[in-house]
């Protein structure tokens, strides 16, 4: 067990890289779209050849929302594998990059595995599903995260209270403390010695780069697509693909995604500033690494609100009731569609715009009985309850007039 350790000294001694360890984007299709996306494996062709890019069709059922994959090469390499035909009837491709892509020769390689992808099979950039930010160091991490973590009062069986954490972090210790998961579901924070776990490629690595000969600790940042709309839309970061190209921006991202839960409170340090507030010390694992960051950049409100959206009602749920309404003919989901776009507040003009957008995209059998309902469905929305209620009134007014003069 650890009872001390030398956490004050800064070095300047260490060293550390940080890197992509995963990552997985998702693309559209548009009507340009060189790849087809088939849902019939039947008429999926075993190799498809593009100038770069080729894809191998893989008998083995697609993960999740997707019912293919494909291996993708590129020049001959493996890169990573395509899932296609989305269960939801998106018009939406996965693919995840093979690991191996992010420790080859080149520290840029992925992104043009990234463009070739998108250029040949003539894809549209959607979002960042998932990706995993390394650090990796010779800096003995594990070790010391470990002494603040023994000294903390938020674990139970620790041996001092010399620090605290923020409330509602959840730290789960594995295999006999030699490494340590940080919970949460968007967002999860992983420390472990890399050397007892990496592969060869990850070995050479680390010898081609500045690590060779030592032992090397990993922080791993792990952050799903939810966590990325997080930083989007509420902290107002442009990140994109192009911003994880950029190492500067890289630990940028990875210093936010990982400082609270990385930060412990020297609860020893207490002392108050000009208004009695009391202050304490802030430390972290990642304090006196070699780390420099660059600012990342504000997103514009546009992009903010068209990329994984904001608005206060998810237009997946208008696109539902809409669908619904359409194969099923229950004025219901006409009604709770309209109600839900007022909820976001959206016009006539817009709602209307919507509904040609979705009567576009429909992808179901077009029957007559479907054709009526989407012209009902816009009579519906131009159609305003005054409107109504004048024309029954003018009605009213008429059918009296008629009964007076004898005509009725």
Same mark, same amino acid.
């Given at each position: /067990?650890?009872?001390?350790?030398?956490?004050?000294?800064?070095?300047?001694?260490?060293?550390?890289?940080?890197?992509?360890?995963?990552?997985?984007?998702?693309?559209?299709?548009?009507?340009?779209?060189?790849?087809? %996306?088939?849902?019939?494996? %039947?008429?999926?062709?075993?190799?498809?050849?593009?100038?770069?890019?080729?894809?191998?069709?893989?008998?083995?059922?697609?993960?999740?929302?997707?019912?293919?994959?494909?291996? +993708?090469?590129?020049?001959?390499?493996?890169?990573?594998?395509?899932?296609?035909?989305?269960?939801?009837?998106?018009?939406?491709?996965?693919?995840?990059?093979?690991?191996? #892509?992010?420790?080859?020769?080149?520290?840029?390689?992925?992104?043009?595995?990234?463009?070739?992808?998108?250029?040949?099979?003539?894809?549209?950039?959607?979002?960042?599903?998932? +990706?995993?930010?390394?650090?990796?160091?010779?800096?003995?991490?594990?070790?010391?995260?470990?002494?603040?973590? @023994?000294?903390?009062?938020?674990?139970?069986?620790?041996?001092?209270?010399?620090?605290? /954490?923020?409330?509602?972090?959840?730290?789960?210790? @594995?295999?006999?403390?030699?490494?340590? #998961?940080?919970?949460?579901?968007?967002?999860?924070?992983?420390?472990?010695?890399?050397?007892?776990?990496?592969?060869?490629?990850?070995?050479?690595?680390?010898?081609?780069?500045?690590?060779?000969?030592?032992?090397?600790?990993?922080?791993?940042?792990?952050?799903?697509?939810?966590?990325?709309?997080? @930083?989007?839309?509420?902290?107002?970061?442009?990140?994109?693909?192009?911003?994880?190209?950029?190492?500067?921006?890289?630990?940028?991202?990875?210093?936010?995604?990982?400082?609270?839960?990385?930060?412990?409170?020297?609860?020893?340090?207490?002392?108050?500033?000009?208004?009695?507030?009391?202050?304490?010390?802030?430390?972290?694992?990642?304090?006196?690494?070699?780390?420099?960051?660059?600012?990342?950049?504000?997103?514009?409100?546009?992009?903010?609100?068209?990329?994984?959206?904001?608005?206060?009602?998810?237009?997946?749920?208008?696109?539902?009731?809409?669908?619904?309404?359409?194969?099923?003919?229950?004025?219901?989901?006409?009604?709770?569609?309209?109600?839900?776009?007022?909820?976001?507040?959206?016009?006539?003009?817009?709602?209307?715009?919507?509904?040609?957008?979705?009567?576009?995209?429909?992808?179901?059998?077009?029957?007559?009985?479907?054709?009526?309902? @989407?012209? %009902?469905?816009?009579?519906?929305? %131009?159609?305003?309850?005054?409107? #109504?209620?004048?024309?029954?009134?003018?009605?009213?007014?008429?059918?009296?007039?008629?009964?007076? /003069?004898?005509?009725?």
């Amino acid at each position: /067990m650890i009872t001390s350790i030398n956490i004050g000294k800064k070095s300047e001694d260490y060293k550390c890289l940080i890197h992509i360890d995963r990552l997985s984007i998702t693309f559209k299709l548009w009507s340009g779209s060189t790849f087809q %996306d088939i849902r019939n494996p %039947d008429k999926i062709l075993s190799e498809q050849a593009y100038q770069n890019i080729t894809l191998m069709y893989d008998i083995a059922p697609g993960p999740g929302a997707f019912y293919h994959s494909f291996k +993708v090469f590129h020049k001959g390499f493996l890169v990573g594998r395509l899932h296609s035909a989305t269960k939801l009837k998106k018009h939406e491709l996965q693919f995840d990059f093979a690991k191996e #892509v992010f420790y080859s020769f080149s520290s840029g390689y992925w992104y043009e595995v990234y463009a070739a992808i998108m250029a040949e099979l003539g894809l549209k950039y959607n979002n960042i599903r998932y +990706v995993e930010i390394a650090l990796d160091t010779d800096k003995r991490i594990v070790e010391q995260y470990s002494y603040y973590y @023994m000294n903390t009062c938020n674990n139970n069986l620790r041996t001092n209270d010399l620090y605290t /954490m923020r409330k509602n972090i959840s730290v789960n210790v @594995m295999n006999n403390g030699s490494s340590f #998961v940080i919970g949460g579901s968007e967002n999860e924070v992983v420390i472990y010695n890399k050397s007892n776990h990496a592969e060869e490629y990850i070995q050479n690595y680390f010898i081609n780069n500045v690590l060779d000969g030592n032992e090397v600790n990993r922080i791993e940042s792990r952050l799903n697509w939810n966590y990325i709309r997080y @930083m989007r839309n509420k902290k107002q970061l442009d990140i994109n693909v192009e911003t994880l190209l950029d190492p500067k921006k890289l630990v940028a991202i990875f210093q936010i995604s990982t400082l609270n839960k990385l930060t412990f409170i020297d609860v020893l340090s207490k002392s108050f500033d000009g208004s009695r507030n009391p202050q304490y010390r802030k430390v972290s694992v990642i304090d006196d690494l070699p780390l420099e960051s660059a600012e990342i950049g504000i997103l514009n409100n546009t992009l903010r609100n068209s990329h994984y959206k904001t608005e206060s009602i998810d237009e997946n749920i208008l696109r539902q009731n809409y669908f619904r309404f359409l194969e099923t003919g229950k004025r219901e989901y006409l009604r709770n569609f309209k109600a839900s776009s007022k909820v976001a507040g959206y016009h006539k003009n817009k709602l209307s715009d919507m509904i040609y957008k979705f009567n576009r995209r429909y992808n179901g059998n077009r029957t007559p009985e479907i054709n009526h309902r @989407m012209k %009902d469905a816009t009579k519906y929305i %131009d159609i305003s309850p005054g409107s #109504v209620l004048s024309g029954s009134i003018k009605a009213a007014v008429f059918r009296l007039k008629w009964q007076l /003069m004898g005509l009725f």
